[in-house]
């Protein structure tokens, strides 16, 4: 749907939860774009509540004449996530872009949310984040070319309410994109966040219930904006903290109705509170 066309032959992609949802989406958009794609994530058998594995989604990469590489890693586990990138550089000897897109959820207040929900999305957003940028940093230092990118929003202290355990972990992985992008502003690695306008039809979404077609957008939004930020020389463009929507403006689109998931209706937008507004 972005207006512009993008090649990335010779470029290879490391994307975390890739078996569904927004990860399989931007895995599919890589391979169109001519980049080989590393899926990792933790679904290696299907489960009909959560359709998808790291196989299927290797499958239909290769189907794309794209080469596909499926490991299986929690990003929690600092050994999993060095196997897999060692496995990646094996296979295909270069890491172009990294995806920080494994995720957890959990929305409750402090006095609601038990250590053991704590440590989850904190060790699966940020820790394992920081985890997949670290391993993956030297290669694109020693290629002098990469970018990296945190599926997380701006930092916006009054939006943590609520969901406090949740915004520590979403807004470390944002500090961790700024604050690299300072560090390796003279290596022409770029390290940027992306978060989405509007709620996006995903498991997630639909597990949560919240809300419907009329207030979602297709994850085709968010792997757009991707590839827009990919298709970008990294030292021009680094430690930004994006939304998809706006960023995609920026690039000079104007039509956001394919993205609807009801062709009749036009999603709110919601920020990272999840309220809805208008503007």
Known sequence: MYPRAMRFEGRVAFITGASRGVG??????????????VVAAKTVEPNPKLPGTIHTVAAEVEALGRRALAVQVDVRDEGAVAAAVKAALDRFGRID???????ALFWQPVADTP??????????????????TRE???????????????????????AAAGKVAYAVSKFGMTLIAHGLAGEVADKNVACNALWPATLIESY????????DAKVWRRPEIVADAALAIFAKEPRSFTGHALIDEDFLRS?????????RC???????RVGFDFKFSAG
């Open 24 to 37: 399989r989406c931007l895995a599919l958009a890589l391979a169109r774009a001519g980049a080989d794609v």
């Open 97 to 103: 872009f990294l995806v920080n897109n494994a995720g």
């Open 115 to 132: 250590m053991s929900r704590f440590d989850r999305v904190v060790g699966v957003n940020v820790r394992g984040a920081f985890a997949c």
């Open 136 to 158: 993956v940093l030297p290669a694109m230092l020693a290629q002098g070319w990469g970018h990296i990118l945190m599926m997380s929003p701006p930092v916006d202290p009054a």
């Open 204 to 211: 997630a979404t639909i597990n949560f219930a919240l809300g």
């Open 251 to 259: 690039e000079g689109v104007t039509d956001f109705a394919p993205y």
């Open 262 to 268: 009801d062709p009749a209706n036009e999603p709110p």
